[in-house]
């Protein structure tokens, strides 16, 4: 008799997130798929309005990396307008990434501690009861509390710079609409001796110090779980730098060997197509030279240090060249890898902060640019979870006709796949009883990528997890359901 | 009736309250929360008013300095009291799978926990009927909301 097991979150309609495991009578997985309420309306949502309003709609739809998509409506805008990214006055150019480096602060910051923390602290297998962030605080209160005061400062820097923590307009085609007064800057570097962008760098040092003890004492599960090959995509500098406000494309294969390089992303859809599936709405990207089967890719923390030549900025710099070592120069395909790359991520952020606040185009210089109208525009900037695209078309009455968006999680949509197949096969395959730790190792593969459920409802009656077991007919056998508030 | 839901609100004179809209106002009724605290910041001088899509953890700290907090988010439970209901909210070590989710009751316990403050926490609850993209609140919701404001508005007029 076959069996099949699903987490599945019970919402109204599709859930915030499900996963299908199908056992056959030896309990063996035969197919395992994950359903993640996917990033879907917007598109038709802004057609019809003025192109200058996009940068401020497309932060309505998450409130987790709103700026993510502020800054790359503008960029897409920026083209619009007949401006280049890369062509913005220093001050334009500089704020934005001031106000992106904030956002990727803030975010790292957030899953680290809110998701990653417990299963690294404690170990995936350890009691629920402590592994959660009330066992964290309870066994390492200093580290929570600096946790929440990077969020807090994260989160302040892009008040300064989009003149509100939500909603923010900052970004608008062709720069950015107001300098940083040296009162903020002030109120950053050295007002506050218990709140400084110094303490941020320190504190992020400490996060990947944490990662790396917690890794020697457990190589093996670090590095096998959800461990297999994949090609990787992010922006690159024109140099190979690291740069996750503005570059060319570059996708890599597992061994390092490039795909494409510094790709004018304004062509991207010449080397990336997505295909659909019948179980989904949610679309599965891939690179189209190498199809369907072996064309799709991953994105975010673990890709872009799979994908990039060094990191500008010293004290991140180190870490990743220590990385790199441990890797033998090849891209890494552990999953849990990926939280190895979003702290020293934590800590290129801080670095960079620190830098463009004592940069004085921040504070005096032109805010804007002009050029000659187009009708049609690309921005792509990488956000904390991965390489996020958007494309407009334009009409001569200045209305968006089309809106086209990839977002992280599509692109990582069959890498998150892959994962929860490895934790159904290595885990869960053969097994009669299905105890709580194996089904959170499948939570722990979902959580490394920190899939975004942008346009999820919030409502209170929404339940997060909901682990059913079917028969091969469909028969109800058992059920796990986690609560939401 | 919603008098006795309001009285459910067990302060002090001279506590300081704040008012925690949660929810996305693109998402129809999803903006419950956040049109509630936009109807009632501009009324109210004597209570501290905030909106967000979601909880965060810095959130913990932001109740800290409080002595009582409303939460006000929409509810899709099939039973919900309406035009609003409350409740206390206990503390909780909930973890998600997302950053996208944090429960109520993770933050009053992370509040607990790192600052030894327990404000008196309460979810305010309003049904919702429609969760599409899109600005416009749902007849019912719209309904649901208006009631509430009046209810609150009647309730502590002092607060004005």
Same mark, same amino acid.
């Given at each position: ?75 897409? #805008? ?20 001031? #106000? ?73 085609? %062709? ?71 503005? %570059? ?84 890494? %395909?552990?999953? #849990? ?64 006709? #089309? ?83 | ?160």
């Amino acid at each position: 008799m076959k069996r099949k097991i699903t987490i599945d979150p019970v919402t109204r309609v599709e859930g915030h997130g499900k996963v299908t495991i199908k056992l056959d009578e030896q309990n063996k997985v035969i197919q395992s798929r994950l359903h993640i309420v996917e990033f879907r309306g917007f598109e038709r949502f802004v057609q019809g309005r003025p192109y200058w309003e996009a940068a401020v709609l497309v932060q309505r739809l998450c409130g987790i990396c709103p700026v993510s998509h502020h800054i790359c409506a503008a960029k897409a #805008m920026d083209r619009i307008i007949g401006v280049p990214s890369d062509e913005l006055t220093p001050t334009g150019d500089k704020m934005r990434r001031l #106000m992106h480096y904030g956002q990727f602060f803030q975010s790292h910051v957030l899953h680290f501690f809110h998701l990653a923390s417990p299963d690294l602290l404690f170990g995936v297998n350890s009691d629920p009861v402590q592994r959660n962030i009330i066992g964290v605080i309870a066994s390492f209160p200093e580290l929570a509390k600096k946790a929440v005061l990077m969020r807090k400062f994260g989160q302040e820097i892009i008040r300064a710079t989009a003149g509100k923590k939500i909603h923010g307009t900052g970004a608008i085609p %062709g720069g950015i609409n107001k300098h940083l007064t040296l009162a903020e800057r002030d109120e950053f570097l050295k007002n506050n001796p218990e709140f400084n962008a110094d303490l941020m760098v320190d504190w992020a040092l400490e996060g990947v110090q944490l990662f790396k003890d917690y890794h020697k004492k457990n190589r093996e599960a670090v590095d096998g779980f959800a461990n297999f090959e994949s090609n990787y995509m992010s922006l690159v500098r024109k140099d190979g730098a690291l740069d996750i406000y503005h %570059g060319g494309l570059r996708a890599v294969d597992s061994n390092g060997n490039k795909i494409f390089d510094h790709v004018d992303y304004q062509e991207y859809d010449q080397y990336i197509t997505e295909e659909v599936r019948d179980w989904t709405y949610m679309k599965f990207p891939f690179i189209r030279s190498l199809g369907k089967e072996k064309g799709w890719y991953r994105v975010g923390p673990l890709a872009r240090l799979n994908t990039c030549d060094f990191i500008p900025s010293p004290l991140a710099q180190k870490e990743f060249e220590e990385y790199k070592a441990y890797t033998h120069g090849k891209p890494s %395909g552990a999953s #849990m890898h990926m939280h190895w790359a979003r702290l020293i991520e934590v800590l290129h952020s801080a670095e960079m902060m620190r830098e463009l606040l004592n940069d004085p185009d921040l504070y005096q210089g032109e805010l804007t640019k002009t050029g000659q109208r187009t009708g049609e525009g690309v921005g792509v900037i990488e956000a904390p979870r991965g390489t996020l695209f958007h494309h407009y078309r334009v009409d001569e009455h200045d209305l968006i006709t #089309m809106c086209n968006l990839i977002v992280s999680t599509t692109s990582n949509n069959e890498g998150m796949n892959r994962a929860v197949s490895w934790v159904a096969d290595n885990v869960i395959s053969g097994n009669k009883e299905i105890p709580e730790g194996m089904l959170n190792q499948v939570e722990v593969a979902i959580r490394a990528y920190d899939p975004c459920l942008s346009c999820a409802t919030h409502a209170i009656g929404k339940m997060p997890l909901n682990v059913s077991l079917f028969d091969h007919q469909g028969n109800l056998l058992d059920e796990a359901i986690k609560n939401g508030e | 009736m919603v008098f006795l839901e309001l009285e459910k609100l067990d302060w002090k004179p001279g506590d300081k309250i704040l008012w925690f809209g949660i929810g996305n106002p693109c998402r129809q009724d999803d903006g419950l929360g956040p049109r509630l605290i936009g109807a009632l910041e501009n009324r109210f001088k004597k209570f501290d008013f905030e909106s967000n899509y979601q909880l965060n953890a810095e959130d913990a700290l932001l109740i800290s300095g409080y002595d009582g907090v409303v939460f006000v988010d929409a509810t899709v439970e099939p039973e919900a009291q309406a035009p609003f209901g409350i409740r206390e909210v206990q503390p909780s070590n909930e973890i998600a799978f997302s950053t996208h989710e944090m429960s109520l009751g993770v933050v009053v316990a992370l509040c607990a926990q790192l600052y030894q403050k327990t404000p008196k926490t309460y979810l305010l609850t309003l049904p919702g009927y429609s969760w599409e993209i899109g600005e416009e609140l749902s007849p019912g919701a719209s309904q649901n909301l208006q009631q509430t404001i009046d209810a609150i508005a009647d309730r502590y007029s002092s607060f004005i």
